[in-house]
């Protein structure tokens, strides 16, 4: 697809994501900049008077409630962070609910950690909500629920959350404003650098330099997670915009600034989508070359005939990574049994397990339907 038609396809998307980050809503120090959220909200707006479905990825609670606490940089530790999202959050809706509600348009808060995406019933909660939003005309504004996440299991940033949101409701298109206008092909403070305009796929990328934590100091995500987002996204077919939050009217209305980076996939489950390019595994799982084969070649679900060993800590329902004998992870998944129960069931049948412990064991420990395979 020509990048003219993919910037047009943008600018037409019916349902359009767009993530805007800590840096481009708050003051140096922290602290939220109501002149900056109206700008944005003010774009936003006249967005969906046109008709056009918008669902806004805000970050923001952690700077927000900075100042309160008598913070002048980001907290490092979980607990501080978590204080001051809690105390952020609920001062950043009430600007966007002012800056929206003098447009006539009403919001809806979502918090979500990384088990609303990966957990099937936690999924499609989360889901039928943003789609009941948008149904009764609400914007929804979503944001990781920083006060509950943990350092063990967490999206850690609001722009693969916001790939994840964009492929969860089935947007058209994703937005990703900053305070950098663009990817350059080095840091762009350097001299002789510049705007990459189009990335096709990774190629495009292999003799680019990412930075890191804008200058403002008080978002999480960088450049690398950017581009993470935007390959996140565009593997599940859907395109994406990287932008300054400055040039926001014609990144939503002409898509014609930044970086555009083009689909290279299609559309696949959420979750699966989430567990290859954004999980944490907490355990991992050596299988014997029988079930490597069934798993990876057959498409079948993990039996405990086929583990060898075990590693880590974790309950059912954790992401795990499944490896061959050689150690090489030929798959990931969510696994059905907790770390201590996994040992005693090694090497034998489901139908064995059954008769000696009971029926609930005659289950897989990876079902194929929660199940990414990562290699070719």
Do not use: C
Not at 85 to 95: D, E, I, P, R, Y
Not at 137 to 147: A, H, K, M, Q, S
Not at 150 to 178: K, M, P, Q, W, Y
Not at 252 to 266: C, E, Q, S, Y
């Amino acid at each position: 697809m020509a990048g003219t038609s993919v910037r047009q396809a943008i600018a037409e998307a019916e349902r359009l994501v767009v993530k805007v980050g800590s840096s481009s809503l708050t003051q140096v120090g922290g602290g939220l900049d109501a002149g900056r959220v109206d700008a944005l909200v003010t774009q936003l707006a006249a967005r969906r008077r046109s008709g056009h479905q918008v669902i806004l990825v805000s970050s923001g609670a952690i700077a927000a409630g900075m100042p309160t606490l008598g913070l002048t940089r980001r907290p490092q530790d979980l607990a501080t962070q978590q204080a001051a999202a809690s105390v952020g959050q609920g001062m950043l809706v009430a600007q966007y609910s002012a800056s929206f509600a003098r447009h006539d348009l009403t919001v809806g808060q979502v918090l979500v950690t990384a088990d609303d995406v990966i957990r099937r019933a936690h999924y499609r909660n989360a889901q039928r909500t943003l789609f009941r939003l948008l149904d009764l005309g609400i914007v929804p504004i979503v944001n990781e629920n920083d006060t509950v996440a943990t350092d063990e299991i967490r999206f850690g940033d609001n722009d693969r959350l916001a790939a994840l949101v964009a492929h969860v409701v089935r947007a058209d298109a994703l937005i990703l404003l900053s305070d950098v206008d663009g990817l350059y092909d080095g840091p762009p403070s350097e001299p002789g650098t510049s705007l990459i305009r189009d990335v096709s796929g990774p190629s495009d990328l292999e003799h680019v330099r990412i930075g890191g934590v804008g200058t403002a100091g008080v978002g999480l995500g960088g450049m690398a997670t950017k581009v993470e987002a935007a390959t996140i996204a565009t593997a599940a077919g859907i395109p994406v915009l990287l932008s300054a939050a400055a040039d926001v009217e014609r990144a939503i209305t002409h898509a014609d600034v930044g970086t555009v980076f083009h689909p290279t996939g299609r559309r696949s489950s959420s979750r699966l989508l989430w567990l290859e390019h954004a999980t944490a595994p907490q355990g991992r799982l050596f299988l014997d070359s029988g079930a490597v084969t069934a798993v990876v070649e057959g498409r079948k679900s993990l039996l405990p005939a086929g583990i060898v060993r075990v590693e880590g800590t974790f309950v059912a329902g954790d992401p795990v990574e499944l490896l061959d004998e050689n150690g090489t992870t030929v798959a990931r998944g969510l696994v059905n049994f907790d770390a201590q129960e996994l040992p005693g069931l090694l090497g034998r049948s489901t139908k064995e397990l059954a008769r000696e412990l009971g029926p609930e064991y005659e289950r897989e420990v990876v079902h194929r339907d929660d199940l990414v395979i990562m290699t070719s």
